[in-house]
């Protein structure tokens, strides 16, 4: 599972820049976004390395060219749309210049700077792994630790709709505890359960995995329950391939051990040490937090109630005048925000029904092409399992129109759909 670390610089190096490209952490202390500065650094890595070497790494496909035009048309109705309304609110040309820069532009880079280092598909998962999990940690650490969360209040600016003083969210090494950093961490869950079946039967591995599972698990419930709807799709993928993939039995079983024996042990420990007075939790804020989580479900008269899709049964509508309808409204994302939080319906407002049609088109390209291209079962089934999981949580919120979940999502396409090891065929 390790053995790309054999370049420990290299790897640490693309960890740190792939954490600060995907979370995009901003500091009071930094005149920009921290992504902007990873940007510009591995710009100027991959200008020196090409003119040094003079080797292009990647393998133009024609899914990448298509992919290129796809964006350019959704960037054409966008235009569009503005001619219709005005120009009065920048927020969505903002947000497609944002998706070319860093979504886009910033995962090329990743993707020269992968195959400069011969990255495999399995190295990326654990690359992207390890990111989750070390903001899984902060986001712990956020909770428990006053300190590094005042610290956090004093270098990093808070964004979204939340004081990130209270109680119930902790949002780590982020800007904001947000559903989005929810989802994102959550990618953490599905990450691991692919590295466990693909992993060498080592016990360092397991442990690394099984507690870096716990771990995530616990973290996604301090910071959003939009990290839990994963977690019936992970058992899902491990129970497929046990039943269908009889070499990697063993894998799912030991880990499985391993798992409920650290969790197990883990609470044992912790009980000891509050026993002994030598670990406390505040419970008032702990309850807090359990209350916020399982208030989402509700038992009434033999009935199951969930709060969210209570809540999100009166947001389903649509445009009443023709004009919105078909060519969208920019400012109904910001300026002349409508009241509804679902993904679909934003997004049918601030593109129209046309422009609905190309930019879930697009996403739906994206997953097909990637499905298509990745030759294994266990590959192919993550990512079929990521489709399904966005489609669900845009009932939500528009994640997908989220620059960091598109990032995530446009990180893997470039890298299969650049590589010329899932691109044999096709001419550079």
């Known amino acids: 599972m390790i053995e790309f670390f054999s370049n420990k610089k290299a790897s640490l190096l693309i960890i740190l820049g792939l954490f600060f490209f995907l979370f995009s952490v901003k500091f009071t202390f930094l005149p920009t976004h921290s992504y902007q500065i990873v940007l510009l650094i591995a710009i100027f890595y991959v200008i020196v390395d090409y003119i040094k070497n003079k080797k292009n790494l990647f393998n133009i496909s024609s899914e990448f060219k298509s ?3 796809l964006y350019l048309l959704l960037l054409f109705w966008i235009v569009i749309s503005y001619c219709f309304n005005g120009f009065e609110d920048p927020y969505m ?8 820069v860093k979504s886009i532009l910033c995962s090329l880079i990743f993707v020269y700077i992968f195959l400069k280092f011969d990255i495999s598909f399995k190295n990326l998962i654990l690359y992207l792994q390890i990111i989750i999990f070390i903001q ?11 300190d590094f969360k005042n610290w956090t209040l004093d270098f990093i600016p808070a964004s979204g709709n939340l004081d990130p003083r209270v109680d119930f969210r902790s949002r780590g090494l982020m800007n904001g505890a947000s559903a989005t950093g929810a989802l994102m961490i959550s990618l953490g869950l599905i990450s691991t359960a692919y590295l466990v079946v693909v992993s060498e039967l080592k016990k360092f591995n397991f442990f690394y995995l099984s507690i870096s599972f716990l771990l995530i698990l616990t973290a996604i419930f301090f910071i959003g329950r939009t990290g839990f709807l994963i977690v019936p799709f992970v058992g899902l993928y491990l129970l497929v391939l046990f039943i269908y993939k009889k070499e990697f039995r063993n894998n799912i079983k030991i880990f499985t051990t391993y798992l409920f024996g650290y969790l197990i042990i883990g609470l044992i420990f912790l009980l000891i040490l509050s026993y002994l007075n030598l670990f406390s939790i505040d419970l008032t804020k702990f309850n807090t937090v359990l209350n916020w989580v399982t208030n989402e479900i509700n038992f009434k008269n033999g009935s199951v109630e969930v709060k969210t899709l209570t809540i999100l049964s009166s947001h389903w509508f649509i445009p009443d005048d023709i004009k919105t309808l078909l060519f969208g409204n920019p400012s109904s994302f910001d300026e002349e925000r409508i009241s509804s939080d679902i993904g679909f319906i934003r ?15 697009f996403f739906i390209y994206i997953f097909l092409k990637m499905i298509k291209k990745l030759n294994k079962i266990e590959e192919k089934l993550i990512i079929i399992i990521l489709a399904i999981l966005f489609i ?6 528009p994640f997908l129109f989220k620059v960091s979940i598109n990032s995530f999502i446009l990180l893997l396409f470039l890298f299969i759909n650049l590589n010329p090891l899932y691109n044999k065929k096709e001419k550079a």
């Open 67 to 69: 992919f290129i035009y």
């Open 93 to 100: 040309i903002k947000k497609i210049t944002i998706l070319f």
């Open 136 to 146: 899984a940690l902060f986001v712990i650490l956020y909770f428990f630790s006053l």
């Open 347 to 361: 997004i049918l407002y601030g593109f129209g029904l046309i422009g609905s049609i190309i930019f879930y088109g």
């Open 392 to 397: 669900i949580t845009e009932i939500k919120e």
